[in-house]
């Protein structure tokens, strides 16, 4: 799996290097997977090749939601707002029940929450059975469906007039209509992206020691004046030392 996990970042880093003309530094990554050991072993393939991580792994579920988020979000003070979340795609699909309070989004319902389902015959079928599951059984503290205030619909087949007829079945008639439909299967990916680098730029001087030693140094990406500023740094720690042991050397002889 790790060799499988290094193949394919490989690939990805090669493509954007190519595309930028130098090489990267950072990363991140937006996973629909559970298990702990699938995140690890993609973590540390990253990390292999020479790339860190600016913020911990997340689910690539929660970076298209909330690339759909609504808008305004509640305040402090006021009640949180229920988002379904469908992913669907002719291979995949995905199914999840998010929150949203003070801004953020946050996975409130871990349990109600599906991993990413791939090549199933019957995906309508399965969406039906799941949105069904997640209904019967819906957290204590929520009215569902009635309770969904947010309907996130994406993926690269978001649009399937199959999947509408299904929503429209299952969903209030006004959720379905005002559906957050999401335009591009990349934008999820963007705002990642736009996020990482909005960090990165305002705590540029900490991301170089968090980097792989030397790659900033080589990369075209990077201010320069952080790559000089930390060179002349360890010029003067290396003279300090040198010129340290010079003098104790002197002080020696002289005794």
Same mark, same amino acid.
């Given at each position: 799996?790790?060799?499988?996990?290094?193949?394919?970042?490989l690939?990805?880093?090669?493509? &954007?290097e190519?595309?930028?003309? %130098?090489?990267?530094?950072f990363?991140?990554?937006?996973?629909?997977?559970f298990?702990?050991?699938?995140?690890?072993?993609t973590?540390?393939?990253?990390h292999a090749?020479?790339?860190?991580?600016?913020?911990?792994?997340r689910p690539?579920?929660r970076?298209?939601?909330?690339?759909?988020?609504?808008?305004?979000a509640?305040?402090?003070?006021?009640?949180?707002?229920?988002?379904?979340?469908? !992913?669907?795609?002719?291979?995949?699909?995905?199914v999840?029940?998010?929150?949203?309070?003070?801004g953020?989004?946050?996975?409130?319902?871990?349990?109600?929450?599906?991993?990413t389902?791939?090549?199933e015959?019957?995906q309508?079928e399965?969406?039906e059975?799941?949105?069904?599951?997640?209904?019967?059984?819906?957290?204590s503290? &929520?009215d569902?469906?009635?309770?969904?205030q947010?309907?996130v &619909?994406?993926g690269?087949?978001?649009?399937?007039?199959?999947?509408?007829?299904?929503?429209?079945?299952?969903?209030?008639a006004?959720?379905?209509?005002?559906a957050?439909?999401s335009s591009?299967?990349?934008?999820?990916?963007?705002?990642?992206?736009?996020?990482?680098?909005?960090d990165?730029?305002r705590?540029?001087?900490?991301?170089r !020691?968090?980097?792989?030693w030397?790659?900033?140094w080589r990369?075209?990406l990077?201010?320069?004046?952080? %790559?000089?500023?930390?060179?002349?740094e360890?010029?003067?720690?290396?003279?300090?030392?040198?010129?340290? !042991?010079?003098?104790n050397?002197?002080?020696?002889?002289?005794?």
């Open positions: 799996m790790f060799i499988g996990s290094l193949a394919h970042l690939a990805l880093i090669t493509a &954007v190519t595309y930028l003309g %130098t090489n990267i530094c990363a991140e990554l937006d996973l629909d997977v298990e702990d050991h699938q995140i690890s072993v973590r540390d393939a990253l090749l020479g790339l860190r991580q600016v913020h911990t792994t690539a579920s970076s298209m939601t909330m690339a759909q988020r609504p808008d305004p509640p305040e402090y003070d006021e009640e949180p707002k229920i988002i379904l979340s469908i !992913g669907h795609s002719p291979r995949w699909y995905t999840d029940l998010f929150m949203v309070e003070d953020a989004i946050e996975i409130s319902f871990p349990d109600f929450r599906s991993s389902k791939m090549d015959e019957h309508l399965e969406i059975r799941s949105l069904k599951h997640i209904f019967a059984n819906s957290p503290n &929520v569902l469906p009635n309770g969904i947010e309907l &619909v994406y690269d087949d978001s649009k399937n007039e199959s999947l509408g007829n299904l929503l429209a079945r299952m969903l209030n006004d959720l379905v209509r005002d957050r439909v591009s299967a990349f934008d999820g990916a963007n705002l990642t992206a736009r996020s990482v680098h909005e990165m730029d705590n540029h001087v900490e991301m !020691g968090l980097s792989a030397g790659c900033q990369s075209a990077y201010p320069a004046s952080d %790559t000089i500023s930390g060179l002349r360890a010029t003067n720690d290396i003279t300090n030392t040198l010129l340290g !042991g010079n003098q050397s002197n002080a020696r002889d002289e005794l």
